[in-house]
Protein backbone atom coordinates (compact mmCIF):
# COMPACT_ATOMS: atom_id res chain seq x y z
CA UNK A 1 0.00 0.00 0.00
CA UNK A 2 1.30 3.39 -0.96
CA UNK A 3 0.74 6.73 -1.14
CA UNK A 4 2.40 9.59 -3.64
CA UNK A 5 4.73 11.10 -1.40
CA UNK A 6 5.71 8.50 0.83
CA UNK A 7 5.17 5.22 -0.61
CA UNK A 8 5.34 2.05 0.31
CA UNK A 9 3.30 2.41 3.42
CA UNK A 10 2.64 -0.72 4.78
CA UNK A 11 1.33 -1.64 8.21
CA UNK A 12 4.10 -4.04 10.71
CA UNK A 13 1.91 -6.93 10.42
CA UNK A 14 3.99 -9.20 12.23
CA UNK A 15 4.41 -6.26 15.18
CA UNK A 16 0.41 -6.90 15.41
CA UNK A 17 0.68 -10.67 15.65
CA UNK A 18 3.48 -9.93 18.65
CA UNK A 19 1.26 -7.78 20.63
CA UNK A 20 -1.46 -10.30 20.33
CA UNK A 21 0.72 -12.75 21.32
CA UNK A 22 1.77 -10.88 24.46
CA UNK A 23 -1.77 -10.86 25.50
CA UNK A 24 -2.97 -14.48 24.48
CA UNK A 25 -2.56 -17.32 27.02
CA UNK A 26 -0.84 -21.00 25.95
CA UNK A 27 -4.51 -22.61 25.96
CA UNK A 28 -6.27 -19.30 23.95
CA UNK A 29 -6.61 -18.88 19.99
CA UNK A 30 -8.14 -17.04 17.69
CA UNK A 31 -10.22 -17.80 14.81
CA UNK A 32 -11.63 -14.64 12.31
CA UNK A 33 -13.25 -15.25 9.23
CA UNK A 34 -13.08 -12.45 6.24
CA UNK A 35 -16.48 -11.16 4.87
CA UNK A 36 -17.83 -12.15 1.66
CA UNK A 37 -18.27 -10.46 -1.67
CA UNK A 38 -21.69 -9.00 -1.73
CA UNK A 39 -23.91 -7.96 -4.69
CA UNK A 40 -24.20 -4.44 -5.72
CA UNK A 41 -27.44 -5.31 -7.68
CA UNK A 42 -27.73 -8.28 -10.58
CA UNK A 43 -24.31 -10.32 -10.60
CA UNK A 44 -22.63 -7.23 -10.08
CA UNK A 45 -20.26 -7.04 -6.89
CA UNK A 46 -19.21 -4.09 -4.74
CA UNK A 47 -15.27 -3.55 -4.90
CA UNK A 48 -13.83 -5.83 -1.69
CA UNK A 49 -12.86 -4.46 1.26
CA UNK A 50 -10.97 -7.01 3.42
CA UNK A 51 -12.16 -7.79 7.03
CA UNK A 52 -10.53 -5.13 9.44
CA UNK A 53 -9.13 -8.00 11.71
CA UNK A 54 -8.06 -10.43 9.04
CA UNK A 55 -5.93 -7.53 7.81
CA UNK A 56 -4.63 -6.24 10.41
CA UNK A 57 -3.39 -10.01 11.57
CA UNK A 58 -2.10 -10.08 8.04
CA UNK A 59 -2.58 -7.70 5.65
CA UNK A 60 -4.76 -10.66 3.12
CA UNK A 61 -7.33 -8.38 1.36
CA UNK A 62 -9.02 -11.47 -0.57
CA UNK A 63 -12.17 -12.98 0.27
CA UNK A 64 -13.13 -16.72 1.35
CA UNK A 65 -10.19 -16.38 4.19
CA UNK A 66 -10.23 -17.81 7.55
CA UNK A 67 -7.32 -16.98 10.38
CA UNK A 68 -6.47 -19.58 13.28
CA UNK A 69 -3.76 -17.65 15.96
CA UNK A 70 -2.65 -19.12 19.26
CA UNK A 71 0.82 -19.17 21.34
CA UNK A 72 3.35 -21.55 19.81
CA UNK A 73 6.03 -22.34 17.42
CA UNK A 74 3.71 -22.11 14.23
CA UNK A 75 1.02 -19.62 15.60
CA UNK A 76 -0.30 -18.16 12.25
CA UNK A 77 -2.51 -20.63 10.42
CA UNK A 78 -4.59 -19.64 7.26
CA UNK A 79 -7.34 -21.16 4.91
CA UNK A 80 -7.13 -19.45 1.47
CA UNK A 81 -8.81 -19.32 -1.65
CA UNK A 82 -7.09 -22.17 -3.97
CA UNK A 83 -5.61 -21.24 -7.39
CA UNK A 84 -7.98 -21.15 -9.76
CA UNK A 85 -6.63 -20.27 -13.63
CA UNK A 86 -10.44 -20.01 -14.47
CA UNK A 87 -11.25 -17.45 -11.95
CA UNK A 88 -8.17 -15.09 -12.17
CA UNK A 89 -8.69 -14.66 -15.71
CA UNK A 90 -11.59 -12.59 -14.36
CA UNK A 91 -10.70 -11.55 -10.99
CA UNK A 92 -6.84 -11.17 -11.06
CA UNK A 93 -3.92 -13.19 -9.43
CA UNK A 94 -5.04 -15.51 -6.34
CA UNK A 95 -2.13 -16.28 -3.85
CA UNK A 96 -3.26 -19.13 -2.68
CA UNK A 97 -2.02 -21.41 0.38
CA UNK A 98 1.56 -21.34 -1.21
CA UNK A 99 1.64 -16.99 -1.33
CA UNK A 100 -0.02 -16.94 1.83
CA UNK A 101 3.05 -18.84 3.38
CA UNK A 102 5.60 -16.87 1.23
CA UNK A 103 4.49 -13.41 1.14
CA UNK A 104 1.50 -13.19 3.93
CA UNK A 105 4.59 -15.22 6.80
CA UNK A 106 1.43 -17.52 7.39
CA UNK A 107 3.29 -20.92 9.23
CA UNK A 108 0.92 -23.05 8.07
CA UNK A 109 -1.61 -22.41 4.86
CA UNK A 110 -4.94 -24.76 3.46
CA UNK A 111 -6.96 -24.04 1.05
CA UNK A 112 -10.45 -23.03 2.44
CA UNK A 113 -12.49 -25.62 1.68
CA UNK A 114 -9.50 -27.59 3.74
CA UNK A 115 -11.30 -25.83 7.11
CA UNK A 116 -13.74 -27.83 7.94
CA UNK A 117 -10.86 -30.92 8.19
CA UNK A 118 -8.39 -29.31 9.72
CA UNK A 119 -9.92 -27.05 12.23
CA UNK A 120 -10.87 -29.82 14.48
CA UNK A 121 -6.89 -30.64 14.92
CA UNK A 122 -5.90 -27.12 15.63
CA UNK A 123 -8.91 -26.75 18.25
CA UNK A 124 -6.91 -29.35 20.55
CA UNK A 125 -4.68 -28.03 23.56
CA UNK A 126 -6.97 -25.17 22.99
CA UNK A 127 -9.05 -24.04 26.37
CA UNK A 128 -10.56 -20.61 25.55
CA UNK A 129 -11.39 -19.67 21.60
CA UNK A 130 -11.74 -16.29 20.79
CA UNK A 131 -14.28 -15.84 17.91
CA UNK A 132 -17.56 -13.52 16.83
CA UNK A 133 -20.07 -15.64 17.93
CA UNK A 134 -23.58 -15.33 15.73
CA UNK A 135 -21.75 -12.98 12.74
CA UNK A 136 -22.16 -15.62 9.96
CA UNK A 137 -24.28 -18.96 10.75
CA UNK A 138 -22.21 -21.03 8.43
CA UNK A 139 -19.71 -20.41 10.00
CA UNK A 140 -21.11 -21.07 13.98
CA UNK A 141 -21.91 -24.63 12.70
CA UNK A 142 -19.05 -25.22 11.45
CA UNK A 143 -16.72 -23.71 14.67
CA UNK A 144 -19.56 -25.67 16.74
CA UNK A 145 -18.89 -28.84 14.94
CA UNK A 146 -15.04 -28.51 14.97
CA UNK A 147 -15.51 -27.98 18.73
CA UNK A 148 -17.39 -31.68 19.29
CA UNK A 149 -15.26 -33.10 17.27
CA UNK A 150 -11.83 -31.91 19.22
CA UNK A 151 -13.60 -32.69 22.54
CA UNK A 152 -14.13 -36.24 21.63
CA UNK A 153 -10.33 -36.46 20.68
CA UNK A 154 -9.66 -34.47 23.72
CA UNK A 155 -10.95 -37.54 26.16
CA UNK A 156 -8.73 -40.14 23.97
CA UNK A 157 -5.21 -37.88 23.94
CA UNK A 158 -5.64 -35.69 26.84
CA UNK A 159 -5.96 -32.63 25.50
CA UNK A 160 -8.10 -29.54 26.10
CA UNK A 161 -10.85 -28.52 23.99
CA UNK A 162 -12.70 -25.28 23.64
CA UNK A 163 -14.58 -24.79 27.05
CA UNK A 164 -15.58 -20.90 26.92
CA UNK A 165 -16.10 -18.90 23.81
CA UNK A 166 -14.68 -15.39 23.90
CA UNK A 167 -16.05 -12.11 21.95
CA UNK A 168 -13.53 -11.06 19.80
CA UNK A 169 -13.69 -7.69 22.00
CA UNK A 170 -11.57 -9.64 25.18
CA UNK A 171 -8.52 -9.86 23.31
CA UNK A 172 -8.03 -9.03 19.27
CA UNK A 173 -10.09 -6.11 20.08
CA UNK A 174 -8.11 -4.59 23.18
CA UNK A 175 -4.45 -4.76 21.02
CA UNK A 176 -6.46 -3.15 18.49
CA UNK A 177 -7.26 -0.42 20.17
CA UNK A 178 -4.26 1.02 21.05
CA UNK A 179 -2.47 2.23 17.89
CA UNK A 180 1.26 1.22 17.40
CA UNK A 181 3.30 3.72 15.52
CA UNK A 182 2.82 2.02 12.21
CA UNK A 183 -0.95 2.50 12.67
CA UNK A 184 -0.40 5.91 13.86
CA UNK A 185 1.84 6.96 10.55
CA UNK A 186 -0.79 5.86 8.77
CA UNK A 187 -3.52 7.84 10.26
CA UNK A 188 -1.53 10.79 10.00
CA UNK A 189 -1.30 10.42 5.97
CA UNK A 190 -4.96 9.66 6.50
CA UNK A 191 -5.62 12.94 7.97
CA UNK A 192 -3.07 14.91 5.57
CA UNK A 193 -4.54 13.65 2.82
CA UNK A 194 -8.48 13.93 3.51
CA UNK A 195 -7.51 17.32 4.81
CA UNK A 196 -5.85 18.29 1.47
CA UNK A 197 -8.87 17.40 -0.32
CA UNK A 198 -11.59 18.99 1.87
CA UNK A 199 -9.30 22.46 1.25
CA UNK A 200 -9.79 21.55 -2.04
CA UNK A 201 -13.43 21.45 -1.80
CA UNK A 202 -13.67 25.12 0.28
CA UNK A 203 -11.82 26.62 -2.54
CA UNK A 204 -13.54 24.93 -5.52
CA UNK A 205 -17.44 25.29 -4.11
CA UNK A 206 -19.46 28.06 -6.40
CA UNK A 207 -23.21 28.42 -5.94
CA UNK A 208 -25.03 26.44 -8.67
CA UNK A 209 -22.34 23.32 -8.60
CA UNK A 210 -24.08 20.37 -7.25
CA UNK A 211 -23.12 18.59 -4.36
CA UNK A 212 -22.34 15.12 -6.48
CA UNK A 213 -19.35 17.48 -8.06
CA UNK A 214 -18.46 18.06 -4.43
CA UNK A 215 -17.66 14.46 -3.61
CA UNK A 216 -16.11 14.11 -7.16
CA UNK A 217 -13.66 17.11 -6.38
CA UNK A 218 -13.06 15.16 -2.60
CA UNK A 219 -12.58 11.46 -4.18
CA UNK A 220 -10.29 12.47 -7.30
CA UNK A 221 -7.74 14.12 -4.40
CA UNK A 222 -8.29 10.52 -2.85
CA UNK A 223 -7.43 8.19 -5.20
CA UNK A 224 -4.76 10.29 -6.65
CA UNK A 225 -2.54 10.43 -3.45
CA UNK A 226 -2.83 6.63 -3.46
CA UNK A 227 -5.61 6.02 -1.31
CA UNK A 228 -7.77 2.97 -0.89
CA UNK A 229 -10.63 5.58 -1.81
CA UNK A 230 -13.53 6.91 1.37
CA UNK A 231 -13.40 5.09 4.37
CA UNK A 232 -17.00 5.95 4.36
CA UNK A 233 -19.63 6.98 2.21
CA UNK A 234 -19.28 10.93 2.11
CA UNK A 235 -21.86 13.06 2.93
CA UNK A 236 -22.11 16.53 1.10
CA UNK A 237 -25.18 18.49 2.30
CA UNK A 238 -25.83 21.97 1.10
CA UNK A 239 -28.33 24.07 3.19
CA UNK A 240 -31.14 22.51 5.01
CA UNK A 241 -29.63 18.89 4.15
CA UNK A 242 -27.05 19.39 7.12
CA UNK A 243 -29.44 18.70 9.23
CA UNK A 244 -29.73 14.98 8.39
CA UNK A 245 -26.85 13.71 10.36
CA UNK A 246 -26.25 10.43 7.65
CA UNK A 247 -27.73 12.51 4.67
CA UNK A 248 -25.89 10.52 1.24
CA UNK A 249 -27.83 11.31 -1.66
CA UNK A 250 -25.50 14.33 -2.47
CA UNK A 251 -27.91 15.21 -5.64
CA UNK A 252 -28.56 18.53 -4.90
CA UNK A 253 -28.02 22.04 -6.18
CA UNK A 254 -25.64 24.25 -4.14
CA UNK A 255 -27.00 28.20 -3.43
CA UNK A 256 -25.65 31.07 -2.52
CA UNK A 257 -26.56 31.99 1.03
CA UNK A 258 -26.63 28.64 2.31
CA UNK A 259 -23.97 26.58 4.02
CA UNK A 260 -22.05 23.37 2.85
CA UNK A 261 -21.70 20.17 5.68
CA UNK A 262 -18.89 18.11 4.27
CA UNK A 263 -18.48 15.04 6.25
CA UNK A 264 -15.34 12.81 4.19
CA UNK A 265 -12.06 11.42 5.06
CA UNK A 266 -9.81 8.58 2.85
CA UNK A 267 -8.25 5.15 3.87
CA UNK A 268 -4.60 4.91 3.34
CA UNK A 269 -3.62 1.04 3.86
CA UNK A 270 -7.11 0.84 5.16
CA UNK A 271 -6.89 3.23 7.94
CA UNK A 272 -9.06 5.66 7.83
CA UNK A 273 -9.48 9.84 8.39
CA UNK A 274 -12.93 11.41 9.44
CA UNK A 275 -13.41 14.76 9.11
CA UNK A 276 -16.14 17.37 8.79
CA UNK A 277 -16.27 20.96 7.89
CA UNK A 278 -19.10 23.08 7.45
CA UNK A 279 -18.47 26.45 4.92
CA UNK A 280 -20.61 29.26 3.27
CA UNK A 281 -21.52 28.34 -0.52
CA UNK A 282 -21.17 32.19 -0.98
CA UNK A 283 -17.69 33.92 -0.31
CA UNK A 284 -19.15 35.27 3.17
CA UNK A 285 -20.48 33.33 6.50
CA UNK A 286 -24.15 35.36 7.04
CA UNK A 287 -24.36 36.87 10.88
CA UNK A 288 -26.45 34.40 12.13
CA UNK A 289 -23.91 31.33 10.43
CA UNK A 290 -21.28 32.82 11.65
CA UNK A 291 -22.63 33.45 15.40
CA UNK A 292 -23.69 29.30 15.06
CA UNK A 293 -19.94 28.54 14.25
CA UNK A 294 -18.69 30.24 16.61
CA UNK A 295 -20.16 28.27 19.37
CA UNK A 296 -19.32 25.08 17.81
CA UNK A 297 -15.92 26.02 17.21
CA UNK A 298 -15.49 26.97 20.41
CA UNK A 299 -16.47 23.60 22.01
CA UNK A 300 -14.53 21.47 19.18
CA UNK A 301 -11.38 23.53 21.20
CA UNK A 302 -12.68 22.94 24.46
CA UNK A 303 -13.44 19.06 24.07
CA UNK A 304 -10.13 18.30 22.44
CA UNK A 305 -8.35 20.49 25.11
CA UNK A 306 -9.50 17.42 27.26
CA UNK A 307 -8.06 14.35 25.27
CA UNK A 308 -5.02 14.15 27.28
CA UNK A 309 -3.64 11.14 29.41
CA UNK A 310 -6.00 10.56 31.98
CA UNK A 311 -9.00 11.94 30.77
CA UNK A 312 -12.16 10.52 29.05
CA UNK A 313 -14.50 11.02 26.72
CA UNK A 314 -17.38 11.95 29.41
CA UNK A 315 -15.32 14.62 30.15
CA UNK A 316 -14.58 15.96 26.31
CA UNK A 317 -18.58 15.96 26.20
CA UNK A 318 -19.08 17.74 28.84
CA UNK A 319 -16.86 20.67 28.27
CA UNK A 320 -18.35 20.61 24.98
CA UNK A 321 -22.31 20.64 25.83
CA UNK A 322 -21.39 23.23 28.28
CA UNK A 323 -20.29 25.72 25.44
CA UNK A 324 -23.03 24.59 22.97
CA UNK A 325 -25.49 25.03 25.61
CA UNK A 326 -24.60 28.35 26.82
CA UNK A 327 -24.39 29.44 23.38
CA UNK A 328 -27.70 28.42 22.59
CA UNK A 329 -28.73 30.39 25.60
CA UNK A 330 -26.96 33.45 23.81
CA UNK A 331 -28.77 32.75 20.64
CA UNK A 332 -32.40 33.12 22.57
CA UNK A 333 -33.30 29.64 23.04
CA UNK A 334 -33.61 27.59 25.77
CA UNK A 335 -35.03 30.63 27.51
CA UNK A 336 -36.06 30.31 31.11
CA UNK A 337 -34.13 27.65 32.18
CA UNK A 338 -30.23 28.03 33.72
CA UNK A 339 -27.44 26.68 32.18
CA UNK A 340 -27.33 23.57 34.74
CA UNK A 341 -31.03 23.11 34.20
CA UNK A 342 -30.60 23.00 30.55
CA UNK A 343 -27.75 20.44 30.44
CA UNK A 344 -30.13 18.60 33.18
CA UNK A 345 -33.22 18.46 31.46
CA UNK A 346 -31.03 17.55 27.93
CA UNK A 347 -32.89 20.25 26.58
CA UNK A 348 -30.20 21.14 24.08
CA UNK A 349 -30.47 17.81 22.55
CA UNK A 350 -33.65 19.12 20.80
CA UNK A 351 -30.48 21.36 18.44
CA UNK A 352 -27.37 18.98 19.81
CA UNK A 353 -28.34 16.07 18.27
CA UNK A 354 -25.49 13.02 18.83
CA UNK A 355 -22.51 12.17 20.72
CA UNK A 356 -19.14 13.68 20.14
CA UNK A 357 -16.80 11.40 19.86
CA UNK A 358 -15.61 7.62 18.91
CA UNK A 359 -12.24 5.65 18.19
CA UNK A 360 -11.05 5.82 14.82
CA UNK A 361 -8.93 3.15 12.98
CA UNK A 362 -8.91 0.81 10.16
CA UNK A 363 -13.00 1.10 11.36
CA UNK A 364 -14.53 4.75 10.99
CA UNK A 365 -16.11 3.50 14.11
CA UNK A 366 -13.19 1.77 15.86
CA UNK A 367 -12.96 -0.89 18.36
CA UNK A 368 -12.74 -0.68 21.69
CA UNK A 369 -14.59 -0.69 24.90
CA UNK A 370 -16.19 3.06 25.71
CA UNK A 371 -15.96 1.48 29.55
CA UNK A 372 -13.76 -0.66 31.82
CA UNK A 373 -15.31 -2.85 34.79
CA UNK A 374 -18.28 -0.17 35.18
CA UNK A 375 -15.95 3.02 34.63
CA UNK A 376 -15.61 5.66 31.69
CA UNK A 377 -11.88 4.02 29.64
CA UNK A 378 -9.40 6.85 30.44
CA UNK A 379 -6.98 8.28 27.45
CA UNK A 380 -3.78 6.49 27.55
CA UNK A 381 -1.13 7.72 24.79
CA UNK A 382 -1.71 5.40 22.00
CA UNK A 383 -5.57 5.86 21.29
CA UNK A 384 -7.29 7.99 18.22
CA UNK A 385 -10.72 9.59 18.30
CA UNK A 386 -13.05 11.67 16.90
CA UNK A 387 -14.20 14.92 18.35
CA UNK A 388 -17.18 16.26 16.48
CA UNK A 389 -19.69 18.58 18.11
CA UNK A 390 -22.69 19.74 16.17
CA UNK A 391 -25.58 22.15 15.97
CA UNK A 392 -28.48 21.75 13.76
CA UNK A 393 -31.79 23.84 13.34
CA UNK A 394 -33.80 22.41 10.58
CA UNK A 395 -36.15 24.52 8.71
CA UNK A 396 -38.88 22.97 9.73
CA UNK A 397 -38.79 23.86 13.28
CA UNK A 398 -40.80 26.57 13.46
CA UNK A 399 -39.65 27.37 17.10
CA UNK A 400 -36.49 28.07 15.97
CA UNK A 401 -35.62 31.54 15.23
CA UNK A 402 -36.10 31.76 11.20
CA UNK A 403 -32.58 33.28 10.74
CA UNK A 404 -31.17 30.07 11.94
CA UNK A 405 -33.54 28.04 10.12
CA UNK A 406 -31.72 25.67 7.82
CA UNK A 407 -28.00 26.06 9.70
CA UNK A 408 -26.18 22.89 10.08
CA UNK A 409 -22.68 23.22 11.50
CA UNK A 410 -20.45 19.97 12.70
CA UNK A 411 -16.61 20.24 12.85
CA UNK A 412 -15.04 17.61 13.29
CA UNK A 413 -11.31 16.46 13.81
CA UNK A 414 -9.27 13.20 14.53
CA UNK A 415 -6.92 13.57 17.59
CA UNK A 416 -4.25 11.28 18.82
CA UNK A 417 -3.35 10.96 22.41
CA UNK A 418 -0.06 11.77 23.17
CA UNK A 419 2.03 12.11 26.09
CA UNK A 420 1.61 16.04 26.50
CA UNK A 421 -0.79 17.96 24.03
CA UNK A 422 -2.95 16.55 22.31
CA UNK A 423 -2.24 16.26 18.38
CA UNK A 424 -5.11 16.64 15.79
CA UNK A 425 -4.38 14.95 12.54
CA UNK A 426 -6.94 16.66 9.86
CA UNK A 427 -5.63 20.31 11.36
CA UNK A 428 -4.58 20.39 7.50
CA UNK A 429 -8.24 21.02 7.01
CA UNK A 430 -8.78 24.66 7.65
CA UNK A 431 -11.97 25.28 10.63
CA UNK A 432 -10.85 29.31 11.44
CA UNK A 433 -13.08 31.46 9.73
CA UNK A 434 -10.90 33.99 8.19
CA UNK A 435 -8.99 31.05 6.87
CA UNK A 436 -12.22 29.59 5.17
CA UNK A 437 -13.46 32.81 3.98
CA UNK A 438 -9.78 33.13 2.82
CA UNK A 439 -10.19 30.12 0.38
CA UNK A 440 -14.04 31.34 -0.39
Known amino acids: MSTRLGRPMTPAF ?8 ARLGRDEAVLVFGGPHHLRNGDSEYRYRPDSDVYWLTGWEDPEVAVFFRPGARPLTMFVQGRNPDREVYDGERPGPEGARDRFDADDAFEFSELERELPRLLQGVSRLHYAVARDAEHDALVMASIAIAARAARRNGLSSPETIHSLSVALHEVRFEKGEDEIALLRTAGRVSGAAHADVMAATRSGMTEYEIEAILVRRFLSEGSTGPGYVPIVAGGNNACTLHYKRNRDPLRDGDLLLVDAGCEIAYYTADITRTFPVGRRFTPAQRAVYEIVLAAQEAAIAKVVPGGTIVAAYDAA ?27 YRKWSLHDHSHWLGLDVHDVGAYGRDGEVRRFVPGVVLTIEPGLYFPATNLDTPEQLRGIGIRIEDDILVTDGAPEVLTASAPKAIADIEALR
Open 321 to 347: TEILTEGLRSLGLLQGLSLPAAIASNA
Open 14 to 21: AEHRARLL
